[in-house]
């Protein structure tokens, strides 16, 4: 009998602490940092020409009151991109370095706020570099697409899970715009990530 009490006990305080775990979620003025990884233009890191395809970002995350999110953040995309010359297969790297700020906001979410989707708009100022700042490639010939600033804006979707009280796995896909770059204007970034609340 005490042993049934015991557990009944036990039983209580995990459900009191989870209710009061969910209600501490997505609070204004919270704060996360985040990370995430992923591959771009496609769902491989590396292509049918084994060209590397992939993308890094650090962000800072502030909630609101309708647990909307602010996010600023830096990334950095690198794609290579096959050249085929007179020496054989050759990768060219394409890099590119971007700042954003951006707003997320949930679109749906259960009842207790472990899973949300959101949709994100955001703007983006960045730079990019072309062959690793060369112009010269192996067989002679010489790249025309120089290095340069790049601007544009980033609308996503994140689906994010509780983990834990303060860690959330982060699942994301994203439509990039870059004005600027010579390798392309459109990226579609696949991905996924962590986010920690700090406060």
């Known amino acids: 009998m005490r042993m049934k009490s015991l557990m009944l006990a036990g039983l209580c305080v995990l459900l009191l602490g989870a209710g009061e775990a969910r209600a501490q979620r997505g609070l204004p003025g919270q704060l996360g940092i985040g990370l995430s990884t992923g591959t ?3 769902f491989l890191l590396r292509d049918s020409r084994l060209c590397y395809r992939y993308w890094a970002w ?13 996010n600023f953040g830096a990334g950095y995309l690198h794609k ?9 297969r050759q990768r060219v790297p394409v890099a590119q370095y971007t700042a954003e700020a951006g707003y997320n906001l949930p679109l749906a979410a259960d009842r207790g706020r472990n899973v949300t989707l959101y949709g994100g708009l955001s703007a983006l100022v960045g730079y990019e570099t072309s062959g690793n700042g060369g112009k010269a490639l192996e067989d002679g010939a010489t790249l025309v697409s120089g290095d340069g600033f790049l601007y544009g804006a980033a609308l996503g979707a994140t689906f994010e899970g509780y983990l834990a009280d303060r860690v959330i796995l982060l699942l994301k896909v994203r439509q990039r715009c870059a004005f600027g770059s010579p390798t392309g204007v459109f990226h579609t ?3 996924f990530g962590l986010r920690f609340i700090i406060n």
Request: net charge negative; proline share 0%; aromatic share 18%.
């Open 189 to 191: 970034e696949l991905g």
């Open 58 to 70: 650090l962000e800072l995350a502030r909630y609101n009151r309708n647990h909307g999110y602010w």
């Open 80 to 88: 290579d991109y096959a050249y085929d010359g007179v020496t054989g």
């Open 40 to 42: 771009v233009d496609g």
